[in-house]
């Protein structure tokens, strides 16, 4: 599914120092995991397109990232 770099974690909650690289599959796992992800969440960012899920989860979460 690729990789990305975390740029700027807001307010550091998710425990992403800035310049983490992580595969989007662990990036789907954490949120999955998480208090922000409920089943119907998940089950519809699995059915979209990787780069708009990634952009959910990143601004629910305040991260800046790219791919790499």
């Not at 599959?25 to 998940?42: A, I, Q």
Request: proline residues 4%; aromatic residues 14%.
């Amino acid at each position: 599914m690729g990789k990305i770099k975390i740029l700027r974690d807001s307010d550091g909650a998710y425990g992403y120092p800035i310049g983490t690289i992580l595969s989007v599959e662990e990036l789907f796992k954490d949120f999955r995991e998480s208090n922000d992800c409920d089943d119907n969440l998940y089950d519809y960012l699995c059915g979209i397109p990787i780069p708009y899920a990634v952009d959910v989860i990143a601004e629910k979460w305040g991260l800046d990232y790219k791919f790499v």
